[in-house]
């Protein structure tokens, strides 16, 4: 007897492709239902397989979501033009008329508008494919069942479902092989830690006692607030409105949590500040960790000591729990890494140096712990180094480094504990941050010598049980210690003593895609992206996406969220869409855009506005305060011999200039710093009748003077905070020179580049050469040895000194 499968599987769509099965026909078969729909499915699943192993999947056409007519309904009322889609199975997605999308039909979306929370939520909404039985007729025969009233539908018709998804985990970027570029670096030594706010791109680096705050685009200071206490970490609020800061401590005090709003953005100058003290805390960086409804975790990486901060972290700053008067709570050992889980009830940390993470559940009228213990199979030795939670992939997983020997990064399941997957390591991690998408683990690693690398690790291979190996190690600053991600996982921030290493990350070889792979395909259908609606609250307005630059504070001002249908929407081009974009390239082979058009009319002016009223007087644009070269061993544009040159207490040629304040003498090179001699060799690039030549130094020392500008060496090298307050350009051969100048005599320039050479607040070296005024209306110009000091500098940081002068062989 045959079988027959229930209604249920009528409209559940295939995925996971089968082998073809045909029918073979001859005369006298017999013909039951099995056969009809046998012969149904090899066509149907010939051409899914064709769509989904030859086209792939996304949005073939139309489908765009648009603002509804009637302004009154814009709050819940969104149209869908008609289209067509091909899902990740291969079926095909047909909408033939526009449809109305009503946002109250979600439950989600109804919950969202009673509690609204006054904060700003994406909505996504997004296509798949169904299957709907229709047409209901009684069975007249059925084999299966004694019923003679029994229906089955007579027709399937293949339909699609919106759905809508709020607050989106992010869409993963397409992924290939991880490799590094180092962009640039921020000349910030001897930072203690890093913070980035995504939304108003911007920076901030702690360092010493003050906060600094940096544009990320450019790297530019922006501002900086001094808080008084030697600073110890920081974190920002992942809304972007707060800034967390740990300083001071030490010598028996408690170290203090300061909270500074800089939401709107308002710069860190300006920002409103709250603060207190973190009892019982040592004078270390803590481990931060912040919940999803907001909540702050501090933890004391040397004793465990924990104290949970409610979200926003009011005033009078005190931790939540342990409440005032209940015992402290304490790990009773060292941490390193802490994360949440999914629910945001949990926070997992690592205990240093063993196989153990604490698991503390934050929920409970007072905070409770228990322990896992990771294991691997077979067994081996554990030294958690540090640790993260990969969420955003799949179920959660704990993502541990482990010092060893050997030196590891595992993906352990937080239930059991048991290691999942272990990726071996060059070197010993010591810090790690993990893409968005939980795809790409990016581990700082460090040799005993202090050299420092960072090596990329696929999470997603892991997740699989068949991880891939570390990818080869990309150099950075030796000594660095701390990593830092930016939200769209293109840009790492690896600070060192030295300074902050900018290093971009780089991805997917276009060439590689051509080649043959994995074959396209799911295991169950997927939601095709329509379209993503940012920033929406409770009463706003969905409307379209106007042409030009987004005005977002207008837009939430107004209660406006817009329509954007190309965010996070995949689309999927036509054979005719790609002959056209093919025919278009080859017509206009490496021309770019074409002939230009004939310009416009001009427009007719349009009326003036008011007279604005005027602005408060700004601040005076010069700088006093900056560093000059205020002092040097020669004459602008006089006549020397060599021995004019010889500095006796170094016993050696070369140029010698002082500073009026101190500069850091780690900068000194001969791009910051050069001597040169004009030759008579024609410049071939120029057409010139000369060129300059550098006199090759043996070294740019630098120098303590015994009094500011003042040719008077106190000490060689720089002080006990590398700053110096003059240098010298040794010549390398001084017989050489004197042979240049031997028949004729040679003229010699001296250039120095301010831009290259910081001062202690990392302000160029004022260094353009104009004279400087005195009180008595004369200028201060390059004057001879003895009669300084003169001065550098035009008020403005940086800039180029040039001086000349005239060497002969003897007086």
């Given at each position: 007897?045959?079988?027959?499968?229930?209604?249920?599987?009528?409209?559940?769509?295939?995925?996971?492709?089968?082998?073809?099965?045909?029918?073979?026909?001859?005369?006298?078969?017999?013909?039951?239902?099995?056969?009809?729909?046998?012969?149904?499915?090899?066509?149907?699943?010939?051409?899914?397989?064709?769509?989904?192993?030859?086209?792939?999947?996304?949005?073939?056409?139309?489908?765009?979501?648009?603002?509804?007519?009637?302004?009154?309904?814009?709050?819940?009322?969104?149209?869908?033009?008609?289209?067509?889609?091909?899902?990740?199975?291969?079926?095909?997605?047909?909408?033939?008329?526009?449809?109305?999308?009503?946002?109250?039909?979600?439950?989600?979306?109804?919950?969202?508008?009673?509690?609204?929370d006054g904060k700003p939520h994406t909505l996504r909404l997004c296509i798949s494919y169904r299957e709907c039985p229709t047409e209901e007729v009684p069975v007249l025969y059925d084999e299966c069942a004694c019923s003679d009233t029994r229906c089955a539908p007579n027709r399937i018709l293949e339909t699609y479902a919106i759905e809508l998804q709020i607050d989106p985990k992010p869409t993963p970027p397409m992924q290939g092989a991880i490799t590094y570029r180092r962009s640039s670096t921020l000349?910030?030594?001897?930072?203690?830690?890093?913070?980035?706010?995504?939304?108003?791109?911007?920076?901030?680096?702690?360092?010493?006692?003050?906060?600094?705050?940096?544009?990320?685009?450019?790297?530019?200071?922006?501002?900086?607030?001094?808080?008084?206490?030697?600073?110890?970490?920081?974190?920002?609020?992942?809304?972007?409105?707060?800034?967390?800061?740990?300083?001071?401590?030490?010598?028996?005090?408690?170290?203090?949590?300061?909270?500074?709003?800089?939401?709107?953005?308002?710069?860190?100058?300006?920002?409103?500040?709250?603060?207190?003290?973190?009892?019982?805390?040592?004078?270390?960086?803590?481990?931060?960790?912040?919940?999803?409804?907001?909540?702050?975790?501090?933890?004391?990486?040397?004793?465990?000591?924990?104290?949970?901060?409610?979200?926003?972290?009011?005033?009078?700053?005190?931790?939540?729990?342990?409440?005032?008067?209940?015992?402290?709570?304490?790990?009773?050992?060292?941490?390193?890494?802490?994360?949440?889980?999914?629910?945001?009830?949990?926070?997992?940390?690592?205990?240093?140096?063993?196989?153990?993470?604490?698991?503390?559940?934050?929920?409970?009228?007072?905070?409770?712990?228990?322990?896992?213990?990771?294991?691997?199979?077979?067994?081996?030795?554990?030294?958690?180094?540090?640790?993260?939670?990969?969420?955003?992939?799949?179920?959660?997983?704990?993502?541990?480094?482990?010092?060893?020997?050997?030196?590891?990064?595992?993906?352990?399941?937080?239930?059991?504990?048991?290691?999942?997957?272990?990726?071996?390591?060059?070197?010993?991690?010591?810090?790690?941050?993990?893409?968005?998408?939980?795809?790409?683990?990016?581990?700082?690693?460090?040799?005993?010598?202090?050299?420092?690398?960072?090596?990329?690790?696929?999470?997603?291979?892991?997740?699989?049980?068949?991880?891939?190996?570390?990818?080869?190690?990309?150099?950075?600053?030796?000594?660095?210690?701390?990593?830092?991600?930016?939200?769209?996982?293109?840009?790492?921030?690896?600070?060192?003593?030295?300074?902050?290493?900018?290093?971009?990350?780089?991805?997917?070889?276009?060439?590689?895609?051509?080649?043959?792979?994995?074959?396209?395909?799911?295991?169950?259908?997927?939601?095709?992206?329509?379209?993503?609606?940012?920033?929406?609250?409770?009463?706003?307005?969905?409307?379209?996406?106007?042409?030009?630059?987004?005005?977002?504070?207008?837009?939430?001002?107004?209660?406006?969220?817009?329509?954007?249908?190309?965010?996070?929407?995949?689309?999927?081009?036509?054979?005719?869409?790609?002959?056209?974009?093919?025919?278009?390239?080859?017509?206009?082979?490496?021309?770019?855009?074409?002939?230009?058009?004939?310009?416009?009319?001009?427009?007719?002016?349009?009326?003036?506005?008011?007279?604005?009223?005027?602005?408060?007087?700004?601040?005076?644009?010069?700088?006093?305060?900056?560093?000059?070269?205020?002092?040097?061993?020669?004459?602008?544009?006089?006549?020397?011999?060599?021995?004019?040159?010889?500095?006796?207490?170094?016993?050696?040629?070369?140029?010698?200039?002082?500073?009026?304040?101190?500069?850091?003498?780690?900068?000194?090179?001969?791009?910051?710093?050069?001597?040169?001699?004009?030759?008579?060799?024609?410049?071939?690039?120029?057409?010139?009748?000369?060129?300059?030549?550098?006199?090759?130094?043996?070294?740019?020392?630098?120098?303590?003077?015994?009094?500011?500008?003042?040719?008077?060496?106190?000490?060689?090298?720089?002080?006990?905070?590398?700053?110096?307050?003059?240098?010298?350009?040794?010549?390398?051969n001084p017989d050489l020179v004197a042979r240049l100048v031997q028949r004729v005599p040679r003229r010699l320039r001296v250039r120095i580049n301010g831009d290259l050479i910081p001062d202690k607040k990392l302000r160029g070296l004022d260094a353009n050469h104009l004279p400087m005024i005195d009180g008595n209306g004369n200028p201060y110009w390059i004057r001879p040895p003895g009669q300084e000091?003169?001065?550098?500098?035009?008020?403005?940081?940086?800039?180029?000194?040039?001086?000349?002068?005239?060497?002969?062989?003897?007086?």
């Open positions: 007897m045959n079988s027959h499968p229930p209604h249920s599987e009528f409209h559940c769509p295939e995925c996971a492709p089968r082998l073809p099965l045909r029918n073979f026909w001859f005369w006298g078969k017999s013909i039951v239902p099995r056969d009809m729909t046998d012969e149904q499915m090899f066509f149907l699943e010939k051409l899914r397989l064709h769509h989904q192993r030859l086209h792939g999947s996304g949005i073939v056409c139309g489908l765009r979501l648009l603002q509804h007519p009637n302004t009154s309904c814009r709050d819940r009322l969104i149209l869908l033009e008609p289209g067509s889609a091909v899902d990740c199975c291969g079926h095909d997605i047909l909408v033939l008329e526009q449809d109305v999308i009503d946002l109250h039909d979600y439950e989600a979306f109804r919950n969202l508008v009673k509690s609204a000349l910030i030594d001897n930072p203690v830690g890093l913070a980035l706010g995504e939304a108003a791109k911007r920076l901030f680096v702690a360092k010493g006692s003050t906060l600094l705050e940096l544009d990320v685009s450019n790297g530019a200071l922006k501002g900086t607030r001094d808080l008084g206490v030697p600073l110890l970490g920081l974190d920002i609020a992942t809304d972007g409105t707060r800034l967390d800061v740990v300083g001071g401590g030490g010598g028996g005090t408690d170290p203090s949590l300061f909270a500074l709003d800089i939401g709107g953005p308002t710069s860190i100058a300006a920002a409103a500040s709250r603060q207190g003290a973190l009892k019982g805390f040592d004078a270390a960086a803590p481990l931060f960790g912040e919940a999803a409804d907001g909540r702050l975790a501090l933890t004391s990486r040397a004793s465990g000591l924990l104290q949970l901060f409610a979200a926003g972290i009011p005033a009078p700053v005190q931790p939540e729990k342990p409440a005032a008067g209940d015992p402290p709570f304490s790990l009773a050992a060292a941490a390193t890494g802490s994360a949440y889980d999914s629910s945001g009830k949990n926070l997992y940390l690592g205990l240093s140096g063993g196989a153990k993470v604490a698991r503390v559940a934050l929920d409970q009228a007072t905070l409770q712990s228990s322990v896992i213990t990771l294991a691997t199979s077979p067994a081996s030795t554990i030294a958690i180094a540090g640790l993260s939670l990969d969420k955003a992939a799949g179920p959660d997983r704990l993502i541990v480094q482990d010092a060893g020997p050997p030196s590891r990064l595992l993906l352990a399941d937080p239930a059991s504990g048991l290691v999942d997957a272990t990726v071996q390591l060059d070197h010993p991690p010591v810090d790690m941050v993990v893409s968005a998408d939980g795809a790409i683990a990016h581990v700082l690693v460090r040799d005993a010598a202090g050299k420092a690398f960072v090596q990329s690790i696929d999470l997603l291979a892991m997740r699989a049980k068949s991880p891939r190996p570390a990818g080869a190690p990309f150099p950075v600053d030796d000594k660095s210690f701390g990593l830092r991600l930016a939200a769209d996982g293109r840009t790492i921030y690896t600070l060192a003593p030295d300074g902050i290493a900018v290093v971009q990350v780089e991805a997917l070889d276009c060439g590689d895609l051509l080649k043959a792979g994995e074959c396209p395909g799911c295991d169950t259908p997927d939601c095709l992206v329509l379209a993503t609606i940012e920033n929406w609250q409770p009463g706003f307005a969905i409307s379209d996406l106007s042409s030009g630059t987004r005005d977002t504070v207008a837009d939430a001002a107004a209660k406006i969220a817009r329509i954007d249908n190309d965010k996070d929407r995949l689309n999927l081009a036509s054979t005719q869409a790609l002959t056209n974009a093919l025919q278009c390239l080859m017509e206009k082979p490496g021309r770019g855009g074409g002939i230009a058009g004939k310009d416009g009319k001009d427009g007719k002016n349009g009326k003036d506005g008011k007279d604005g009223k005027d602005g408060k007087d700004g601040k005076d644009g010069l700088d006093k305060t900056l560093a000059h070269l205020c002092a040097a061993n020669w004459t602008h544009g006089g006549e020397l011999v060599l021995n004019d040159l010889m500095v006796n207490r170094l016993e050696a040629f070369g140029i010698l200039v002082c500073f009026d304040k101190p500069v850091r003498a780690d900068f000194f090179d001969t791009v910051s710093f050069a001597v040169e001699f004009q030759t008579e060799l024609k410049d071939t690039l120029s057409n010139a009748g000369s060129s300059w030549l550098l006199i090759e130094p043996k070294d740019i020392l630098p120098l303590q003077m015994a009094e500011p500008c003042r040719l008077e060496i106190a000490e060689t090298g720089p002080d006990a905070s590398g700053m110096c307050d003059g240098a010298f350009y040794r010549f390398a000091p003169y001065a550098s500098g035009d008020g403005i940081a940086g800039g180029q000194f040039e001086s000349w002068f005239i060497l002969k062989r003897r007086g």
